[in-house]
């Protein structure tokens, strides 16, 4: 593993951020990048890179199933990624984390294994207008097929989570809420130490979408007390392809398998098969080992940096983008709660926001433009689409007056209102 030298305050910053941009080779590669599209995906670190290339130069065989060296050193690299995302979200056992292809993955999972198990018809689950739509879709199959009720609670004035709504929303019949941590299209932050408060009081299990919360807060699900949470790797700076289901384990022993095969049985007759015990019994065939090995190395290099740290870090640049923004004429910053946290949306009048992404390219600035597979919340905020800049651990002031002076220019070129 490459391992970071100190880091090294500067004045006005938390951290040396064209340090750490150095430790990203697609900056080198591209030289001028202006990446605002983080929450979509994250860049790679050198140590993520070559650890994995490393791994597959000397460490690769398959894993569990060999009893020769090579095999056997493949399988503690696997299982001691487990043990580093279980030490970084605090779960209690290792046995709490499952390894999916992405929160997507582990979102369907909990639906088709707990809710096709444990939920009946006139059961409700609780939803946001915030959700991504992998966290929706799973959830309407279900209801569709096992006839539940899905329950959608609303945005206050601010633009975020109403929880006097959602308090009022929980019924005796209540029996899960899915609910991002921070929502993908605007950066609100839920209030989940409370959410999960109020679930539990009413006797509902609660899982909460980590993907855009676990590269930006420090993350603690004994603390929280959630039931389930999901993180998907390459939003936090790993590979694509992998992902995380945490969940406690008296939920995950009761839960039957999903996706069956290899790896995840102990017997197997043409009569009858035996599973494995949790997390195995949810992880059937040959598994990303790579994949696993890549996502503790981008934990590691979080943890190295300092996760108050790039909280910190991205809490001031989101509120200087913020504040820039909203002081330009005829751009509008979509409203995010009382907090937001590494993503800002807006539009430009008279300039449609897949017109601004490609202006933008052409100064080097790389956004997301669309309705960001959130078209509910798209529809509540009557948008078709928003123009989206979100941060990462390699973001700094410098990239939000390189996205205004782009703003700027897009506005000169559809000739509406300039500032300066």
């Known amino acids: 593993m490459t391992m970071l030298a100190p880091l090294r305050p500067v004045a006005g910053n938390s951290f040396d951020v064209a340090w750490i941009r150095r430790e990203f080779p697609v900056f080198e590669r591209n030289p001028g990048l202006v990446f605002l599209d983080t929450a979509a995906s994250a860049q790679k670190p050198r140590s993520v890179i ?3 290339a490393e791994f597959y130069r000397s ?11 090579l095999s056997a050193r493949s399988t503690a690299r696997f299982e001691g990624a487990r043990e580093t995302v279980r030490r970084f979200l605090n779960a209690a056992d290792v046995s709490e984390i499952v390894f999916v292809r992405g929160a997507t993955e582990g979102l369907n999972l909990v639906a088709q294994s707990w809710g096709a198990t444990f939920l009946k018809p006139g059961d409700q689950v609780l939803l946001s207008a915030l959700e991504h ?30 929880v006097a709504a959602f308090e009022r929303l929980l019924t005796p019949r209540t029996r899960l809420v899915a609910i991002t941590h921070i929502a993908n299209v605007t950066g609100h932050v839920v209030p989940a130490a409370a959410l999960v408060r109020l679930a539990h009081a009413r006797g509902a299990k609660i899982l909460l979408d980590g993907c855009q919360a676990v590269p ?11 039931d389930f949470y999901v993180l998907s790797g390459h939003k936090c700076y790993g590979p694509t392809g992998i ?12 839960m039957p398998p999903w996706q069956s095969g ?20 949810f992880e059937a065939g040959t598994p990303d080992i790579s994949g696993a090995i890549g996502l503790a190395l981008a934990l590691d290099f979080m943890d190295q940096v300092g996760r108050t740290t790039i909280r910190d870090h991205e809490q ?32 430009v009048d008279g300039v449609h926001p897949h017109d601004l992404a490609t202006i933008f390219d052409q100064s080097n600035v790389a956004i997301r433009a669309g309705h960001h597979c959130a078209q509910p919340l798209m529809d509540t905020l009557g948008l078709a689409a928003t123009a989206r800049a979100s941060f990462g651990i390699y973001s700094d002031e410098s990239d939000v007056d390189a996205l205004v002076t782009a703003i700027r220019a897009a506005q000169r070129l559809f000739d509406r209102p300039v500032q300066g």
Request: hydrophobic letters at 40%; charged letters at 20%.
């Open 50 to 52: 070559d650890g994995i």
């Open 59 to 69: 460490d690769y065989a398959n894993v569990h199933r060999g009893v020769y060296g």
């Open 133 to 162: 739509h992998s966290n929706i879709v799973p959830w309407q199959q279900l209801r569709d097929r096992l006839g539940l009720e899905l329950v959608i609670v609303p945005l206050d004035s601010s633009g975020g989570l109403d």
């Open 216 to 226: 930006r807060l420090p993350v603690d699900v004994q603390a929280l007390d959630c």
């Open 243 to 254: 992902g995380v289901l945490y969940a406690k384990r008296a939920i995950l022993d009761a």
């Open 262 to 281: 290899g790896d995840m049985i102990t017997t197997v007759t043409f009569e009858r098969t035996t599973y494995q015990e949790p997390p195995q019994r």
């Open 316 to 347: 001031a640049l989101t509120r200087y983008a913020r504040d820039r923004l909203a002081t330009m004429p005829g751009v509008s910053v979509v409203g995010a709660g009382s907090e937001c946290l590494g993503v800002v949306s807006f539009t």
